[in-house]
C-alpha cells in the first residue's frame, strides 16, 4: 500500500479543525501520516491538536509563529515521508475515497505530477458542486481553475523547489501549478468531488479579491518565458507603486499599502 501525508496547516481554526482530522481519520486508504502546523494561532487550535495526538500516533503536531500557508506547507513537506501528499487547510474536508481514488490515478500516471478533484463549495447559503476542467497548461496560464487540495508527487514538488519561499499565502497553490507545468508535470483531473471547501468569514476565500490582479502581475512577472513579452509592460505599469517583497508580507501589510494607493 502506498504510504502517503497529508500536510495541514492551522491559522486560528478551533471550530473547524475537529472536521477537517476526522476527514482524513475516515480515509479509505489508512496508510498514511498527518502532519498539523499550528501557525500562530491564538485561539484553541493548539490544544485541541494536541488532544488528537494524544488519540492518533500517525498525526505529528509543529509550532510556528505566524509564517504563512506556504512555508508551513513546505516545513509539512520537509518532514514528511509519504511518496505523495495532500495539503488540507484546517477549516475544510476530504471525503473518504479522496487518498485512494487520487493515489489510483497518480499511481497510473506517473508522469503526472499531481491529481486534482471537482470540489464542493459550502456556504451559509448551501453546497454546490464546483466542476473542475480537464486540464491544459494553456488555460491555466490565463487562471487559476484547479484547488489547493491536490494529491502532489513529492519528488517532483521536491525537484521544482516547492511552494515558493516569498509568498507568504496568496495563490500559492497557482504559482505551483504553473512551475510544474513549466517542468512539463502536468495535472491529471479527477471528475469526482473529493474536497469539501468551507466558505466563511475567517476563511481567505473572498478576502483577497481585491488584490488578484496585482497577484496574478506578481506571478506574470516570476513567469516572463511562459506570457507574451507585451504582457511585461502591463505587468509593470499594475505594479509600480508595490514593493517588490509585495507577496511575503501579512495581509495587514498589504492592506495598509493598498489604502495608502487607493483611499
Not at 74 to 96: C, H, R, T, W
Not at 186 to 213: N, Q, S
Request: proline residues 4%; charged residues 25%; hydrophobic residues 35%.
Amino acid at each position: 500500500m502506498t504510504f502517503v501525508s497529508v500536510i495541514m496547516p492551522c491559522h486560528n481554526q478551533t471550530e473547524f479543525i475537529d472536521d477537517a482530522i476526522e476527514s482524513v481519520i475516515n480515509q479509505t486508504h489508512q496508510d498514511f501520516e498527518l502532519i498539523i502546523i499550528n501557525d500562530g494561532s491564538t485561539d484553541n487550535s493548539k490544544n485541541k491538536i494536541i488532544e488528537w495526538t494524544l488519540k492518533q500516533n500517525r498525526i505529528t503536531f509543529v509550532q510556528t509563529n505566524d509564517i504563512g500557508a506556504s512555508k508551513s506547507r513546505n516545513l509539512g513537506v520537509e518532514m514528511s515521508q509519504g511518496k505523495y501528499f495532500v495539503p488540507l487547510d484546517a477549516d475544510d474536508k476530504i471525503f473518504p475515497e479522496f487518498l485512494e481514488e487520487t493515489i489510483d490515478v497518480l499511481e497510473n500516471n506517473p508522469n503526472h505530477g499531481f491529481c486534482y478533484t471537482d470540489s464542493i463549495f459550502s456556504t451559509k447559503d448551501g453546497d454546490r458542486r464546483m466542476v473542475q476542467p480537464e486540464y491544459n497548461f494553456h488555460d491555466l496560464l490565463l487562471g487559476n481553475y484547479i484547488c489547493y487540495c491536490s494529491l502532489i508527487n513529492r519528488d517532483i514538488f521536491d525537484e521544482i523547489g516547492g511552494y515558493d519561499k516569498n509568498n507568504f499565502n496568496y495563490f500559492e497553490d497557482y504559482m505551483l501549478w504553473i512551475a510544474l507545468g513549466q517542468k512539463g508535470y502536468y495535472g491529471k483531473h479527477l471528475a469526482e468531488p473529493l474536497f469539501w471547501h468551507r466558505v466563511h468569514d475567517k476563511g481567505m476565500t473572498g478576502k483577497t479579491d481585491k488584490f488578484a490582479g496585482i497577484y496574478k502581475a506578481f506571478i506574470i512577472r516570476k513567469f516572463p518565458e511562459l506570457y507574451p513579452h507585451n504582457w511585461q509592460d502591463e505587468v509593470d505599469k499594475v505594479l509600480a507603486n508595490y514593493p517588490a517583497n509585495f507577496m511575503s508580507l501579512k495581509p495587514f501589510q498589504q492592506e495598509e499599502i493598498y489604502s495608502a494607493l487607493h483611499d
